[in-house]
């Protein structure tokens, strides 16, 4: 059974750029949630998706988006990117959204300079 | 909203010492309360957690109760060993058909031998 994969691991990216990073849940799991988390900070919800509807939004603006497909893999993209939205990005997947079997990716390191 | 308010870290303590890192949290409805611990370079990972009040939640020699009437959810560990070196996260879940988590900052402790 795989574990959740982040790619890439690490990524730079130029003030006003776009970028996408993707998410591999779980073998079996249908929800994935994105959070983001600055340094020093604990993880924040972006948003959650469930066998590919959007399950919920937290209060992130609309350029970040998201999708997941039919294999339930998922991706983030962040449009017109700003010096705070470096951070480490965390996806994690469960099963018909049971937070008590979540389990989370290493994280997707963006550096916005 | 919802909040998770954690101690202010770094802890640093010594291998075998009794460990305590204080959670308090603001809530509407009755959440449930977890902790997750986040090694160096790995993704967050579900210690424990507990679903209603006066429930332990315990794992790894580590232990949290609810506490419903001082909304707290403290985790502690009797004897702490290197290996235990890591960031906690304290955080409590919203329901209402989203299943975000709402993490504290994050307390990083440190053992040393």
């Known amino acids: 059974e795989t574990g959740v994969t982040q790619s890439p691991t690490h990524l730079i990216k130029t003030r006003g750029q776009q970028v996408t990073l993707r998410c591999s849940s779980q073998s079996g799991h249908n929800t994935v949630s994105w959070y983001q988390q600055a340094l020093g900070q604990g993880p924040q919800f972006i948003f959650q998706?469930?066998?590919?509807?959007?399950?919920g939004r937290g209060n992130f603006p609309p350029r970040f988006s998201g999708l997941q497909f039919p294999n339930y893999s998922s991706e983030l993209n962040v449009n017109a990117l700003e010096l705070d939205d470096s951070a480490l990005y965390l996806c994690?997947?469960?099963?018909?959204?049971?937070?008590?079997?979540?389990?989370f990716g290493p994280g997707t390191r963006l550096t916005v300079t | 909203g919802n909040s998770v308010t954690q101690m202010e870290g770094p802890v640093t303590l010594s291998e075998e010492a009794f460990l305590t890192i204080n959670c308090t949290y603001t809530a509407t409805g009755y959440p449930s309360l977890f902790w997750y611990v986040q090694y160096p370079g790995e993704g967050l990972q579900l210690l424990l957690k507990a679903t209603k009040a006066d429930d332990k939640g315990s794992n790894k020699g580590f232990e949290a109760t609810y506490r419903k009437e001082t909304t707290s959810f403290h985790l502690e560990k009797g004897s702490v060993q290197v290996s235990d070196s890591a960031v906690y996260f304290c955080a409590l879940s919203e329901g209402g058909g989203s299943e975000k988590l709402v993490f504290g900052k994050g307390t990083k402790l440190t053992v040393n031998p």
């Open positions: 994690a997947s469960s099963l018909d959204r049971r937070l008590y079997e979540q389990y």
């Open positions: 998706y469930y066998r590919e509807e959007e399950n």
